[in-house]
């Protein structure tokens, strides 16, 4: 049960007994992520696993094996909705779904979703629907989870924002029948007038993510792979939000949030952008050392406040970072061992990096040439001043 889920098939290759154990194996896989990430540079996770069909007799005997026992499944490393029935047939439990398509099938997605009774989360991306209507069928499908679907996002990856697709117009009849429904995002997708009146008349959190920032000048003419920068801390934004443009916007190198619905998938997918450089998370949040640690070739950082955010990640995101000069932390719980390592790697680097921090005892101690070191509390009474 310490061989990964994904490798674990291989065992019954060994032998008759390998083979027997493996089929009590399988109880403790309560999760499995096999995530798409278009730019980088491992984005299609599957290929090692080698099969005639693109990788579906591998998912099936996979889920066969363990989808009794899932709870959560991330499976947008596939793209084909083919996979659809065969999650409705082996995925009883689960309560969090992914799924990406590059194409449609009605046949394929007429009454999915029949046998996911606990389903609170879905989320669907879309690939290749420039300018086309969602097939009805899912959208009719999602009436057999309207007792406990909860969240709901459908994110469509366009290169430009008039490449966005609709809605059919039985979305809002459906979208009506959802009856325990919180929270709604969309990316890509034109949303109907009825719709979102719909949205506010039941107090949805209704997340557009970057959309609404995107067509406002001089983006609007602009496909989203050039965009360098996006100031989005007047959205909400949330985990899938970070993912979309992590897949959409290819050469980003400045991006500032607030972190309020923002947890460690959402760090991860920063972590995925190669030309990320300046990241301002400000807010509260949840966000922990298990996230924080993936963040490499940083020039700027503000790290959210969290004190589940320790000297531990801050150290390897430094480290992993040769070119950092400003680091921002406030309410997190770094130590004063943090701030002697940081000073001694600026030191050996000699490159000046800028820190700021909230009150520690004795900081100026381990101020030099390479290292500035600065409290919340100065700054803010400079800025009075």
């Not at 007799?57 to 793209?79: E, P, V």
């Not at 007038?193 to 003419?221: A, C, G, Q, V, W």
Request: glycine share 2%; hydrophobic share 40%.
């Amino acid at each position: 049960m310490h061989v990964p889920a994904c490798e674990r098939l291989k065992i019954a290759l060994v032998c008759k007994k390998w083979k027997r154990a493996l089929n009590d194996s399988w109880f403790n896989v309560k999760k499995l992520e096999l995530t798409y990430w278009k730019y980088h540079e491992f984005p299609k996770c599957l290929k090692k696993y080698q099969t005639a069909d693109g990788k579906l007799n591998f998912l099936n005997s996979l889920l066969d094996k363990c989808g009794r026992y899932l709870t959560t499944l991330d499976i947008t490393a596939y793209g084909h909705c083919n996979i659809v029935p065969v999650i409705n047939d082996c995925c009883p439990n689960l309560t969090k779904l992914r799924l990406r398509f590059i194409d449609t099938n009605d046949a394929m997605l007429s009454n999915a979703f029949t046998r996911l009774s606990k389903l609170k989360s879905l989320t669907i991306i879309f690939q290749n629907m420039k300018n086309k209507i969602i097939p009805v069928t899912l959208i009719n499908s999602l009436k057999n989870v309207a007792d406990t679907l909860m969240e709901l996002n459908l994110l469509n990856f366009v290169n430009h924002l008039d490449d966005s697709c609709d809605y059919p117009k039985e979305f809002n009849c459906v979208i009506r029948e959802l009856k325990v429904m919180k929270n709604l995002e969309v990316a890509g997708i034109r949303v109907f007038e009825d719709i979102y009146k719909h949205i506010i008349d039941n107090k949805f959190l209704f997340f557009f993510n970057h959309t609404n920032y995107l067509i406002k000048p001089p983006y609007l003419s602009h496909p989203l792979i050039h965009i360098r920068t996006l100031d989005l801390n007047w959205c909400y934004i949330k985990n899938d939000g970070l993912y979309t443009i992590a897949n959409t916007i290819k050469w980003l190198e400045l991006l500032e949030i607030p972190c309020k619905f923002i947890t460690d998938d959402g760090v991860v997918a920063l972590s995925k952008m190669n030309n990320l450089r300046y990241i301002y998370l400000n807010g509260h949040s949840n966000i922990t050392d298990s996230s924080i640690k993936l963040l490499k070739n940083i020039v700027k950082v503000c790290l959210p406040r969290s004190n589940k955010i320790t000297d531990a990640s801050v150290t390897k995101l430094l480290e992993n970072s040769p070119n950092i000069d400003y680091l921002f932390l406030h309410d997190t719980s770094v130590t004063v061992d943090f701030v002697k390592k940081a000073a001694e790697i600026s030191n050996n680097r000699k490159q000046l990096l800028t820190f700021i921090i909230s009150f520690i005892p004795d900081l100026k101690q381990y101020t030099s040439e390479y290292f500035k070191i600065y409290t919340i509390e100065n700054i803010v009474k400079k800025e009075k001043k």
